[in-house]
């Protein structure tokens, strides 16, 4: 490596973008890991079209090259998750490699089980464990993805990593803002994400609980949502304000009563956790990395993936029993305090940059 030259080039989406890898480089940033570890960010991936998107996909492929073989990093990490993504960053990790840089591919895909194991043909399936295996590190966002990855690439040095997120202040208890029936989801508005059973099951609840409020923030399927709302006879009782960020999620999570994730697949969302650090009560499916975080009845209320009549069952409950949503709000809270901090987080990822940067 270079004097003054990078130690770690860490590439992702573009800062300040959507979704929770965004989410996770931000935190890490607030954090001062990238000046404590002289890292240096590239983007690969940007929101816009498909010629955009190819651009950023290229113009990544180069700028990695060039510094791989300029600045001579010791380490190459890779924020990936499924499909194109996937594609992208096993090429980026490629180049790395070819230049002499150690490695790290940090997935944080939902759905990269179903990808590598059903989607993928036998050359792709090949790709994809060659690709984890001559990685010099895989980080997996929780043990049950570790215990996946560990089967499907055997060779590959797989660690544990959870998201963190930063703790905010929290109000006196007389001045917090939270609205009597509001119910906050926050991700991709689309059918894998379990919105449409979140909508069906607010409508069951409905008839007892006037107050009743949905708020989805997020993009994809809206007018679907709002045909769909419409039709269950709940459109006035739905809002859809959009992909929230910054001091607008900040607002609405201060707002709502209950966080809800009824998810089909997750890794382990950074949505999730910066509810609980919120302290709000949660409920969320038993899916991925969630369980992990959840202890169903002691922190959060876990749920089975597509079930309408158990998600309107934990809702009503913790919409009907402050007292239950204050003691799971503040086990939310002091659950991420202990074992998803930003600090252990910065600290375990500069612990793995150093060791591989010893090896380099």
């Known amino acids: 490596m270079k004097p003054g030259a990078p ?16 989410s996770v480089v931000e935190v890490l940033r607030r954090d001062g890991l990238f000046e404590r570890e002289a890292v240096r960010y590239l983007s690969s991936h940007r929101d816009g079209n498909g010629a955009a998107k190819a651009c950023a996909a290229l113009g990544a492929l180069w700028h990695t090259a060039l510094i791989c073989l300029r600045a001579r990093p010791a380490v190459v990490h890779v924020h990936a998750a499924s499909r194109a993504s996937f594609v992208r960053k096993s090429l980026l990790l490629l180049v790395a490699r070819a230049a002499g840089c150690r490695t790290v591919f940090h997935l944080h895909g939902a759905e990269f089980d179903r990808y590598a194991s059903v989607e993928a043909g036998a050359v792709l399936r090949w790709w994809i464990r060659r690709t984890l295996e001559r990685s010099s590190a895989v980080i997996a966002l929780s043990d049950s993805w570790a215990a996946f990855l560990r089967g499907y690439a055997p060779a590959a040095r797989v660690t544990v990593l959870p998201n963190s ?21 926050l991700g991709r508005a689309d059918a894998g994400k379990g919105v449409y059973e979140l909508l069906a099951a607010v409508a069951a609840l409905a008839p ?37 960020d910054g001091p607008a999620k900040a607002r609405e999570l ?34 991925g990395g969630i369980p992990e975080a959840i202890d169903d009845g002691d922190n959060g209320l876990l749920m089975e993936p597509g079930d309408v009549a158990m998600l309107a069952a934990a809702l009503g409950l913790l919409l009907n029993d402050a007292a239950l949503r204050e003691r799971l709000g503040a086990r939310a809270r002091a659950t991420v305090e202990r074992r998803f901090s930003t600090a252990a987080a910065s600290g375990a990822l500069a612990a793995l940059y150093r060791e591989l940067a010893g090896g380099h």
């Open 7 to 22: 130690r770690v080039l860490m590439i992702g989406t573009a800062q300040g973008g959507r979704g929770g890898v965004a």
């Open 165 to 185: 997120v930063a703790l905010p202040p929290l109000p006196a208890l007389p001045a917090r803002a939270e609205q009597p029936g509001r119910i906050l989801f």
């Open 208 to 244: 007892s609980c006037p107050r009743i409020r949905l708020v989805i923030g997020g993009v994809g399927e809206l007018a679907e949502l709002r045909r769909r709302a419409e039709l269950l006879g709940i459109g006035e009782r739905l809002d859809l304000p959009g992909w929230l």
């Open 254 to 287: 201060a707002r709502a009563q209950v966080f809800c994730l009824p998810s089909h697949a997750e890794g382990l969302p950074m949505a999730l956790l910066e509810a609980m650090a919120a302290a709000k009560a949660v409920v969320a499916s038993s899916v």
